[in-house]
């Protein structure tokens, strides 16, 4: 894929390089008035849709790419030509927007990008920055899988649509079994070693329309989307088989017990998890490293 030479100032890496006034190819007006539509949302979805348009609207801009450091974004169709920019380091440091073109960008059109660049990086690196902000208030920071917040939203979205579409989801409720005499005998550091091999166990084992939680401590969810009870046991006896997979937890012998119930008619929240939550206490006090559903 072609580079294009960029048009920096190379005495001034914060700034990007710009014509004098009478040569500037947005008017103050044109400046304004995008800034204004970049200004509208801080949704990245939204803004990345805005910031397409715009390009679209005097580029042959086909989409784009930010790269920021542990994150990145992309929108819009692939291109015959990139072209990529840095954000100035007094707005955001570590950014950059790749931009792909329909065809190789004339001299004109770099310009063009160049200034477009400048009124459009600034609100989506924001953007970046508040999604970032979200996806953290919503993931275990150990597991990176999703909290217990997160959980009751998305059981709460779940019971809705369920409600709605009478379509039918399960519930799987995973508890560690003997976890505690990990912790007491080789530490938490190795404690967090094992539940974070125990959450990618459990992630392996899932479609991409199912999602896992860290409910607390040793104990984890999912809700498994399109679900009938024949399918909600295999996939709580593959997690279970999947942690003989992992030499960490076959070194510490680690098992789990797993409860699991199906939506009803009528099911709130707290029912549909009392259900799930019973068979699996109810396998503690029987015998370990089992399935039961209810």
């Known amino acids: 894929m072609d580079q294009l030479a960029p048009l920096y100032n190379s005495t001034n890496k914060d700034r990007f390089f710009h014509f004098g006034e009478s040569r500037r190819l947005l008017s103050d007006s044109d400046m304004l008035t995008i800034l204004q539509r970049m200004l509208s949302t801080l949704n990245i979805d939204k803004l990345a849709d805005i910031a397409l348009t715009v390009l679209g609207e005097r580029l042959t801009v086909t989409g784009f790419e930010i790269h920021a450091p542990e994150q990145g974004y992309a929108a819009g169709l692939a291109g015959v030509y990139h072209r990529q920019l840095e954000a100035p380091h007094h707005i955001e440091p570590h950014i950059s927007i790749s931009y792909r073109f ?3 960008p004339s001299n004109h059109e770099q310009r063009l990008l160049h200034e477009l660049h400048d009124c459009i990086v600034a609100p989506l690196a924001h953007a970046m920055g508040h999604a970032r902000l979200a996806t953290m208030a919503t993931k275990d920071h150990l597991t990176g899988l999703g909290n217990r917040a997160s959980f009751d939203d998305a059981l709460h979205r779940l019971i809705s649509h369920a409600k709605r579409n009478n379509n039918r989801f399960g519930l799987v409720v995973l508890d560690m079994d003997r ?52 399918s909600m046991l295999c996939i709580a006896q593959r997690i279970r088989r999947a942690m003989e997979s992992y030499p960490l937890l076959v070194k510490h012998r680690v098992s789990c017990s797993i409860g699991v119930s199906l939506y009803r008619e009528g099911d709130s929240s707290e029912s549909l998890f009392e259900r799930a939550d019973l068979a699996l206490y109810q396998l503690k006090e029987a015998h370990y490293n089992s399935v039961e559903s209810a």
Not at 179 to 189: L, P, R, S, T, V
Not at 205 to 219: K, M, S, V, Y
């Open 102 to 104: 329909a065809h190789r």
């Open 179 to 230: 976890f505690k005499a990990i912790n007491d005998e080789y530490g938490h550091q190795e404690g967090d070693k094992v539940l974070i091999n125990v959450a990618r166990a459990i992630s392996d084992c899932l479609r991409d329309t199912d999602f896992a939680f860290r409910f607390g401590g040793d104990e984890f969810c999912c809700l498994i989307e399109q679900a009938d009870q024949k």
